[in-house]
């Protein structure tokens, strides 16, 4: 006991000499050890200044560390002494405090998972979807600050934000730490003309941006100039679309330019730009500049009948066009006769799109020469050209020479019965054929018993319109007829409305052999705007049908007038029968 007294008694005593300065202070002076002489201080430096040596801390409220040393070296006696070294140490615990300061702050990873969580995103380093994320000015430049912490980004998606516009400086003066950024979606974004004049700079530091959407940011119209005056030859951009951006004719010329840079370029979508129609003639000129091109979307852009002449001699050039969309251009209707002579040529084009082009019968005798030759054509649109009509004979009797067409549209095209049994004739050579849109017909109802045979070999068929057909009870039976029998099995949309002369009976049939097509997804019976009918006896038919529809998830049925029970009954029928059917009514 006497032993425990003394060891403490010592303790307290030897307490008592410790300085001023804390027992850490304290501690480190002891594990320094005494200092002789400057020089021999220079020569051997503490252990605890090793390692204090490899960080630095800046200044602390003292004197920095190099301060220090110097202040050591010249000052060795006594108090002085001793004063200096509190102050060496009190400036290394201050650098300690920051350095565990910053230990404890979260890292850029944690920070760049706790900014997704914040926006309800899933983190991917590789792949920043922010898309319609209601993202504001202060978010994008906390994007910006963790770009350094993203190296191995390929793709930022912010579309469908507009409060991103004025703001796309603050990041792109950061895209130097994304250098394998391939991918940059930006559509909907309010983007301004500082913004475009960034983006163009920021051009030099992605080398390896491969694709680039802009579309529907109508701010861009007449600016065009400020973004590719920035690119530079041998650009890697493959992908480039600037819908609905209000470009100018102006805008079109500086286009034109940049097709010399890009010589990669594969998917060029100037669609929904009325005004780029005035310099067509230019940018098919240097179209021929991008010969690996595989899509061209032209929709709604204001071409005429001298802008298709310019396209079609630009056709010789692109060999590997996939897909060619002029649609929705109305006055390029009867100019097809002096522009398709290389149309022909584009063996490899597998969608052709020209609905609502006000096609003229001397279009169609043209067409009809030129597109059975199109071998790998797997998608025709010839919707809305309304004086189609009989004239459309010889071309839709031909496409039985389209071996891999998929996809027929020929929706509203005034289609007579002559017209309608030599398409269903021709379906008959169509084994692949998925989709079919007869809608607007009115030839249809009444004569669908025309295209039985085709829809028995259609065994790939997923997509039958019959909108406002003119269908009759008769049409419907002849349908349920195919689905017992197992044709149809691999249907998911079905369309049937606006066809009202179709009896109650009719229905019934129908709803009666709907459950076979258990792929089926969407299914509209609406009526037509400003008809109302009372919903018959087939309501109920309808509901059991829809118990056997795994796949139903749409359902179409405006305007048809529900009495108080059977809208009860579809009020509770998910809840009932644990299915969630969009019912629209």
């Known amino acids: 006991m006497e032993e425990t007294d003394d060891i403490q008694s010592c303790q307290d005593k030897h307490e008592e000499d410790i300085p001023k300065s804390s027992l850490f202070d304290f501690a480190i002076k002891h594990f320094q050890g005494k200092k002789s002489s400057p020089e021999k201080r220079k020569e051997q430096p503490s252990a605890i200044q090793k390692f204090f040596r490899g960080f630095d801390f800046g200044k602390s409220e003292g004197k920095d560390r190099k301060e220090i040393e110097d202040t050591e070296i010249n000052n060795c006696e006594g108090d002085d002494q001793s004063e200096k070294e509190d102050l ?26 706790q900014f997704m969580q914040k926006l309800g995103k899933k983190p991917n380093s590789k792949n920043l979807d922010l ?74 530091i992605v080398p390896q941006l491969e694709e680039l959407d802009l579309s529907w940011n109508s701010n861009i119209g007449g600016k065009l100039s400020l973004l590719t005056k920035k690119l530079q030859k041998g650009c890697k951009i493959k992908l480039l679309k600037i819908t609905d951006c209000n470009l100018t004719a102006k805008d079109g010329e500086s286009l034109a330019e940049i097709l010399n840079v890009i010589p990669n370029l594969e998917v060029l979508d100037l669609s929904i730009n009325k005004h780029i129609g005035c310099s067509m003639k230019v940018i098919a000129q240097d179209l021929k500049n991008v010969p690996g091109l595989k899509e061209l979307n032209l929709h709604m852009c204001g071409l005429k009948q001298e802008s298709l002449q310019g396209l079609d ?28 002579a290389h149309l022909a040529s584009l063996k490899n084009l597998e969608v052709l799109d020209l609905h609502q082009c006000c096609v003229t019968e001397e279009d169609m005798t043209v067409l009809s020469q030129v597109i059975p030759l199109l071998s790998s054509l797997q998608e025709l649109n010839l919707s809305s050209n309304k004086n189609v009509g009989v004239s459309s004979d010889p071309l839709l ?11 027929v549209a020929v929706s509203n095209c005034g ?50 319109r019959l909108s406002s057909c003119n269908l009759v009870a008769e049409d419907l039976a002849l349908l349920t007829l195919l ?38 997804s969407e299914l509209d019976v609406s009526l037509r705007p400003s008809s109302w009918r009372d919903c ?31 809208r009860k009954r579809l009020e509770s029928f998910n809840q009932d029968n644990k299915r969630n059917i969009r019912f629209d009514c």
Request: glycine share 8%; charged share 20%; net charge negative.
């Open 313 to 340: 001699t630009a056709l010789q050039h692109l060999a590997e066009l996939r897909k060619l969309d002029i649609s929705c251009n109305k006055e390029i209707g009867g100019g097809f006769k002096d522009a398709t």
């Open 88 to 113: 060496s140490v009190e400036g290394n615990a201050d650098g300690l405090s920051h350095l565990i300061s910053e230990a404890e702050s979260p890292s850029g990873e944690q920070r760049f998972n």
């Open 483 to 520: 689905t017992r029998d197992g044709h149809l099995a691999r249907l998911q949309k079905l369309d049937l409305s606006y066809n009202n002369n179709i009896s109650d009976e009719g229905w019934v049939v129908f709803c009666q052999g709907l459950a076979v097509l258990k792929e089926l």
């Open 415 to 464: 289609l007579g019965e002559e017209s309608f049994s030599s398409l269903a004739e021709a379906a008959l050579h169509l084994p692949g054929l998925e989709i079919l849109d007869l809608s607007w017909n009115k030839c249809v109802g009444g004569n669908l018993k025309l295209l039985l045979g085709a829809l028995k070999l259609a065994t790939e068929i997923q997509v039958l």
């Open 131 to 204: 898309n319609n994320c209601a993202l504001t000015a202060a978010d994008v430049s906390e994007l910006a600050s963790l770009l350094p912490f993203l190296p191995e980004l390929e793709e930022i998606s912010l579309s469908w934000n507009g409060c991103v516009g004025g703001t796309l400086k603050a990041l792109t003066v950061h895209l130097h730490h994304v250098n394998l950024l391939k991918v940059l979606r930006l559509n909907n974004c309010g983007l301004t003309a500082e913004d475009v004049t960034s983006l163009g700079e920021a051009f030099e």
């Open 536 to 566: 018959g006896t087939w309501f109920s038919e309808l509901l059991a049908a829809l118990t056997k529809l795994p796949a139903l998830a749409e359902l179409g049925m405006q305007r048809w007038v529900l009495s108080e029970s059977q």
């Open 397 to 407: 009797s031909r496409l039985r020479f389209l071996q891999k067409l998929k996809s």
